[in-house]
């Protein structure tokens, strides 16, 4: 039902609709799907089974991400079963005829790297893919969420979803944010604060200065994470940032239809006097870079902070998951966040490898060294932010420096292709999972932002940029 | 899929919260192309362990699991619900699911019971206490029983999920019934917006 004052969200929804009807989930139309190697296979096999095609195969673009590896990619990739898993890719986007970018391609990269940078995702849209960090592209005020195989499957044959309407959660951050306080930081401190199901069942719209005073590289880190808190969907209303971000992008909107498009657009953002399912109000001017200390997101402290003592938990659960998450990490209750040292240094992934960030931590890097016995790698996220990246001269500073640079993919994210944490190996990583054995069998990870990850790599313990000697 | 209405047997009490699906089905285990075979990577990180709750003989057998709060959170991995079906579970119970999660569960006809936290403590300290305690989830109904240990809650459920459960409907089949009305709305889409092949 349409309603009057109709949020961000609302009127996505509302655009979208194929068909609603009583004791049903909406039908919703989908403008993008994106997919990868990992989620597809079994729903391209199931079409297969059912005798189905592709209805929009121009709506659908695929790209290998997940599994590729980030050094040698001239070379036949060593793990046979990556290998076939990347090959059945690129055979069923052949035989669907979907749009692939491969390993090596141009414009291959992580998916939601390369769908905000080609400018295929744009405001307004519903954008799918089998992977929960779509969430990613509601940075640029589209509804996008992950979805899982089946739902791949069904998106390949219909271009539909049916979807029960999501409740609606606003969290506003007002303020400035202090100096070498990110969106990454920002996420944190949200989960921190809401915990890892608070968003259960509801989209997020990021609102408030502290927000919309972020680059749009910030704000797809910020929607990025909305799935650690929970949350399915993270949205940011379009704005002139969002339009200067997308202008001239291979897929944006040209000439008259950019001016039709813009006139969409501005209509996007939520009516004053709309009201949210839920609030969730944070104060920026107070905020400090967020380390995670256990094996969810929600186990985050800030950096001048300490392990906490399971037993400050008032939840009996929360006591439990604390004691748990310190014996799997190997700390001790009570050790300040920056005492801890660590092995590696991963800045990579969905959340944090674009240009910006690599920017951000190159700032770092210059003029220092990773400290001995520490391995620091980084990833970009895609091809256009590697060739952007050493078009400034970033590579050259991060090898100076003693960083690793690699080829895109998702590399030590989650530990598919041969970057892996050994067990009991401590790393402080950008990406936005700090679970058990995500990067590598008894890994401990450590979530932080790209410079408290360069700062890391040189002192070899969690520390701040501000404390790296020049 | 396979109709469901009723699952009915004995349970594992999995007594931990915030279970996301990267400790269900391992990355290693994704790398397959296949939809089968995946029960062996079930909790792979765990299973190392000899008293981990799935070890444990008197366990064997379930076709029931009940976990903590925030169970199935993170990856959309729809492997985490091939491997749990695989295993030989029917269901799965927790005060709160991933978003994604439940709703691959239903895709696949393994019935995800979210009940009340009380009703969920109740049920994890009674299997403990009790491995042959029969439990009884009633998907017509929503209703989760055991009654040898005094327990009865309901859950939550959509009256389409429901039905598309109980009779083993295909999603892709019922929306493919609505093809005209998909072919409308493509015909009012803004022709600004962007294509793959553009
Ligand atoms: S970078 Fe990590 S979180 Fe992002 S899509 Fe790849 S594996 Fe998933």
């Known amino acids: 039902m349409a309603k009057s004052k109709m949020t961000l969200v609302d009127k996505v929804w509302e655009s979208h609709l194929v068909r609603s009807a009583e004791g049903e989930p909406d039908l919703l139309f989908i403008d993008l799907h994106l997919v990868h190697e990992v989620t597809s296979p079994q729903a391209f096999e199931g079409l297969r089974m059912a005798g189905r095609g592709v209805r929009r195969p121009d709506l659908t673009v695929a790209t290998a991400d997940h599994n590729v590896p980030t050094v040698d990619v001239d070379k036949p990739i060593a793990d046979p079963v990556s290998k076939k898993q990347l090959e059945v890719l690129a055979a069923n986007c052949e035989e669907f005829g979907i749009v692939c970018y491969p390993m090596g391609h141009a414009n291959q990269g992580i998916v939601h790297v390369i769908g905000p940078e080609l400018g295929l995702s744009q405001p307004g849209m519903t954008i799918v893919c089998g992977d929960s960090h779509t969430s990613t592209h509601g940075a640029l005020g589209a509804l996008a969420f992950g979805i899982g195989t089946s739902e791949v499957e069904h998106v390949l044959a219909t271009q539909t979803l049916p979807q029960i309407r999501p409740a609606t959660m606003a969290v506003t951050v007002d303020g400035e944010l202090p100096p070498g306080v990110t969106a990454k930081d920002v996420a944190l401190a949200i989960i921190g604060r809401i915990g890892t199901g608070g968003g259960m069942g509801h989209v997020v719209e990021y609102r408030g200065t502290a927000i919309t005073s972020l680059s749009m590289e910030g704000r797809m880190t910020l929607c990025n994470m909305s799935i650690e808190g929970g949350a399915r969907a993270g949205m940011v209303a379009p704005d002139d940032a969002t339009f200067a971000y997308l202008e001239g992008r291979p897929h944006a909107p040209k000439g008259k239809a950019w001016e039709q498009a813009l006139d969409e657009w501005r209509a996007l953002p939520t009516d004053e006097g709309a009201t949210f399912d839920k609030e969730v109000v944070l104060e920026a001017a107070g905020l400090l870079p967020h380390v995670t200390w256990g094996t969810n997101p929600g186990q985050v402290v800030a950096i001048d902070g300490s392990v906490p003592d399971p037993d400050s938990f008032a939840e009996p659960a929360e006591r439990e998951a604390a004691a748990r998450a310190l014996a799997y990490m190997g700390l001790t209750a009570g050790t300040a966040i920056r005492d801890i040292q660590v092995d590696t240094v991963f800045i990579g992934s969905c959340t944090n490898s674009r240009i910006e960030d690599l920017r951000a931590a190159a700032a770092v890097a210059e003029g220092n060294h990773v400290v001995a016995g520490v391995r620091a790698l980084v990833v970009p996220g895609s091809h256009r932010v590697k060739a952007q990246a050493e078009s400034e001269g970033l590579d050259e500073v991060f090898r100076a420096a003693g960083f690793e640079w690699r080829e895109p993919g998702c590399s030590m994210c989650l530990a598919m292709n041969p970057d892996k944490l050994t067990p009991g190996e401590r790393c402080a990583s950008t990406s936005n999972r700090n679970f058990e054995g995500r990067q590598g069998r008894g890994g401990r990870t450590h979530l932080v932002s790209p410079a408290v990850a360069a700062a890391t790599a040189v002192l070899g313990r969690f520390g701040l940029p501000t404390e790296v000697a020049r | ?198």
């Not at chain 2, 925030?70 to 619900?81: D, I, L, W």
């Not at chain 2, 691959?104 to 019971?113: A, D, E, I, M, R």
């Open chain 2, 1 to 198: 899929m396979r109709p469901v209405t009723v699952v009915s047997g004995t349970a594992v009490p999995l007594d931990r919260s915030d279970v996301d699906t990267d400790q269900i089905i391992p990355s290693d285990w994704l790398k397959r192309v296949e939809r089968t075979g995946f029960g062996a990577g079930l909790f792979a990180e765990w299973r190392d362990d000899r008293s981990f709750v799935l070890n444990r003989e008197e366990y064997a057998g379930a076709s029931i699991l009940v976990a903590g709060p925030n169970f199935g959170t993170g990856s959309s991995r729809e492997h985490a619900v091939w491997a749990l079906l695989d295993y030989g579970f029917e269901a799965v119970v927790s005060p709160r699911f991933g978003d994604i999660f439940a709703n691959n569960c239903t895709k696949q006809g393994l019935v995800p019971v979210r009940v009340d936290p009380e009703v969920g403590r109740a049920l994890l300290d009674a299997l403990a206490a009790d491995p042959s305690l029969e439990v009884t989830i009633d998907v017509e109904r929503g209703t989760i029983e055991a009654p040898a240990a005094g327990i009865a809650g309901t859950f939550p459920l959509d009256e389409f999920t429901r039905t598309r459960l109980v009779h083993g409907w295909d999603d892709i089949g019922l929306t493919l019934r609505h093809e005209d009305s998909i072919t409308a709305y493509e015909a009012t889409r803004p022709a600004w917006r962007p294509s793959a092949s553009a």
